[in-house]
């Protein structure tokens, strides 16, 4: 028996000594918790990392044993540990950014990484350059900087949001039965110094990601606090103008509070001036009002107005009528304006759990005129149109996270809901004339769409591998009241979609990780078609496989690939610029994803992003089956330098091929390939720097489409390209006082 109590009290001793696990969390020099540090045990290899609240969990953890903390941007810290009950509060210093400091871990999201390395390296410099650092991504302007850009990614021609979700600090900026069109998506409110963060995934793999994520998200998070105050001046051709303020009111090491206002205003290159002018103010607070409560508020206002050329057809220009820069009707623009007011609350439980939770109103209004086909409807007035509606957006997420460990696995739970009313008044879509004579209305009406969403994500880690499965499950009402019938009645419809996901991940090495990612994604479609169609196709869904690896075949080169599929349900499109409705039927896409991100020198950063997409519509016959504008090749590249002696520098160039602009590809959306240059120098208050876009002087088509119009003074419709011409070299000054 005594043996037996021996053998029992020394296997408790070893328990309580070795082999425990510990709980830690990571902060910087202003105590700010950071997330995606990477934490490894030299001795036994186990890794995690911290969660979004700096928080980690490693097991395995022994007195004596050593660990290495890493992360982006920050010196890499080796801590020993001394005590296995007492929890962990680690410092880690800012350095400059190396990629010896990227660790490959099943908790790290890889693209976020590479953001991350873009973000610090080559900052945003305009709001079109928020969406530009998403890897693979482009986009395009085409109707004098106030509407919102047209992106393409994957072998979408996304339009402007259709398929792609897009958040800020978790507020939607996808409208959904826009006047203009689905998943409108305008992120001119977002003052572009504000970006810490860009969390982006590409496929429908994620479960708290719902309407609009088929083809990927993208979540920018704004900076909890500005290390300075500062103001920024900018002055380029074509009567370009931008002041910027950014002044810090708060920062302590329990309440930060800053403010951020920004003025814009250009005629660019065109020969009828755009007028643009556009206004940005942003406040945030955030506050830890007890040890375990954090409060958040965030406001903001955008106001924009803007003349536009347009899309002009390739033969006015051939043929002398107008030149590149010139319009058909120079009396298409419009205005927008948007204020968002945003609460968030966190409760942390224990070390394990805590609920995040916010609530969210927006009011937008948003009045645009176009002419597409110029005299062919109309031959006498023209076919200008007016999209115009207000709108007011309420909502709330929340969710429930848990941390679990038992034996060799560890755990995380997230339980979450989010719903969304959009109330869309007077949306309406009318025949003008000059942007001031009403001439026919052709849709008048108020929208009531409301989105209820729920869902569980598991993460399950055991050795090098991590087991992801989770399930989503939405709820839409629609309403509408068309108010150019003479009954009045409400137009409803309901749907519900269940939408499970499963991603795989393997740690072959440390610098090495496999992963295949499955699930099922949708788009909602506008209201309008929903009950144009009697119900069907409410909620075509999108089912997509990746198959891809992160590797880090040296410190200082990290490379991301992936193949991928995506197969979308038949597909009812409210084409917004005629009011009618367009099937798609069903497609089928295709391709091959590479991104690098490589550190030569301690001060200079290569990047490199490509994809190759085969998009087609399956229930077309071959040669009939393209799908219009769909990319099928891109190239996005760029060196960056950033010298410990203050100068700093990078040339970018972007890349599409041509591509077809309709079903039999007989039209086709030429491809081009631009220069952009930037380089300053950088003082202890003071920045001066130089911007250049289209550095060669590229004659490009920024937006391209198949288009049937007539002219004034034709007698019959062509169908050929329509165009916005791209920006020709463009040169603007940047002075920036810090304080």
Known sequence: MNRIFTAFFFLLIHTNLFGQTIEGTVINGKKELISDAQILNLATKDHTHSDENGKFLLQNISLGDTLKLSHIGFEVKNVTIESL???????????????????????????????????????????????????????????GGGKAEQIFLRGFDIDHGTDIGITVDGLPVNMVSHAHGQGYADLHFVIPETVDKIDFGKGPYYADKGNFA?????????????????????????????????????????????????????????????????INLF????????????????????????????????????????????????????????????????????????????????????????????????????DQIKQKESRNIYGLNSEYYRSFSFNEVEATLQA??????????????????NRRQTLAQIQFGNIIETNLGTYINTNFYYKKWTINPSIRLDYFDFQYNDALQTTYLTQTS???????????????????????????????????????????????????????????PVPKL????????????????????????????????????????????????????????????????????????????????????IHKSGIYGGANIRHIKDRPANEDNSIVAEGYTVVDLNMGYKLKSLNFGIQIQNLLNTEW??????????????????????FTPGTPFFIKGVIEYRF
Do not use: C
Request: aromatic residues 12%; without cysteine.
């Open 283 to 382: 406040g945030k607070y955030t506050g830890n009002i007890t040890p375990l409560d954090k409060l958040g508020v965030t406001f903001s206002h955008l106001t924009s107005k803007w003349d536009a050329s347009g899309q002009i057809p390739q033969r006015a220009v051939d043929l002398g009528m107008i030149s590149r820069f010139g319009a058909i009707d120079d009396t298409e623009g419009g205005n927008t304006g948007r204020t968002n007011v945003m609460v968030n609350y966190e409760k942390f439980i224990d070390e394990q759990s805590f609920i995040k939770s916010s609530v969210f109103y927006s009011k937008y209004d948003f009045e645009l005129y176009s002419n597409f086909t110029f005299f062919l409807e109309d031959e006498i007035n023209g």
């Open 416 to 433: 979450g809901v989010n719903l969304r009313n959009d109330q869309s008044n007077n949306n309406e879509l009318s025949h003008t004339l």
């Open 214 to 278: 088929t083809a990927g998200y993208v979540n920018f998070k704004t900076k909890r606090n500005l290390d300075h105050s500062s103001i920024k001046i900018e002055k380029g051709q074509f009567s370009t103008n931008r002041i910027l303020g950014m002044f810090d009111v708060l920062n302590n090491k329990k309440h930060d509070a800053y403010i951020a206002t920004e003025y814009i205003s250009t005629d660019g290159p065109f020969e009828s001036p755009q007028n643009f002018n556009r």
């Open 494 to 552: 309901s749907k519900t979609i269940v939408s499970p996901k499963l991603n795989v991940l393997y740690d072959y090495t440390q610098n090495l990780q496999l992963y295949l990612k499955g699930g099922k994604g949708f788009h909602s479609n506008d209201t309008r078609v929903i009950l144009a169609q009697n119900g069907k196709e409410t909620l075509p869904a999108a089912y997509g496989l990746d198959a891809g690896l992160v590797w880090k």
């Open 85 to 143: 009950t007492s929890p962990l509060v680690i410092l880690l210093e800012e350095k400059s950014i190396s990629l010896e400091g990227v660790v490959i871990s099943p908790k790290t999201n890889a693209l976020n990484l590479i953001t991350a390395i873009d973000l610090q390296t080559n900052p945003v410099n305009s709001s079109q350059d928020i969406l530009r650092q998403v890897p693979g991504l482009f986009i395009g302007q085409h109707a």
């Open 558 to 641: 990290l490379v991301n690939t992936a193949y991928w599929y995506l197969f979308l349900e038949q597909e009812f499109v409210y084409v917004g610029d005629a009011g009618i409705v367009e099937p798609s039927g069903k497609t089928r896409r295709q391709g091959i994803d590479l991104s690098i991100r490589y550190q030569p020198l301690k001060w200079l950063f290569w990047n490199f992003d490509t994809n190759y997409t085969h998009a087609r519509s399956m229930e077309e016959e071959i040669g009939n089956d393209y799908i219009p504008l769909a990319p099928d090749f891109i190239i996005e590249s760029g060196l960056s330098a």
């Open 701 to 722: 088509n920024e937006t391209q489409f198949a288009t049937e119009s007539r002219l004034q003074n034709e007698t019959t419709a062509v169908e050929e390209i329509h």
